[in-house]
């Protein structure tokens, strides 16, 4: 079983900067960041996976930045030019091949509000 803990949710402005963190209890293939407003259906936000390719949502192209730090098996998101429709809950997931279909595993999710 994999494990993975969120830290560094919390509010901001708009147009501030937060930075997610998202430590596994082992080194997995693909880990990337989903996100969940209320009202509306989980949507992935980026993916990074072993060898470093990266995706993004488009609404989060040029403002957020995916990256790991493969030594700590951790993954981070880097969120600047926030809005408030970046308000949500953010998740932590991981899966160990095919990258782009539905995460295995998830984190407990950690909380984003941007206010205008």
């Known amino acids: 079983q994999v494990q993975l803990v969120e830290s560094g949710g919390g509010s901001v402005q708009a147009g501030g900067s937060l930075r997610l963190s998202c430590a596994a209890s082992?080194?997995?293939?693909?880990l990337g960041w989903f996100r969940q407003a209320p009202g509306k259906q989980r949507e992935r936000v980026a993916t990074?996976?072993?060898?470093?390719?990266?995706t993004y949502t488009d609404s989060v192209k040029g403002r957020f930045t995916i990256s790991k730090d493969n030594a700590k098996s951790t993954v981070y998101l880097e969120m600047n030019s926030l809005k408030p429709e970046d308000t949500g809950i953010y998740y932590c997931?991981?899966?160990?091949?095919?990258?782009?279909?539905?995460?295995?595993?998830w984190g407990q999710g950690t909380q984003v509000t941007v206010s205008s």
């Open positions: 990074i996976e072993r060898d470093g390719t990266t």
């Open positions: 082992v080194s997995i293939a693909c």
């Open positions: 997931a991981a899966r160990w091949i095919y990258c782009a279909r539905t995460p295995t595993y």
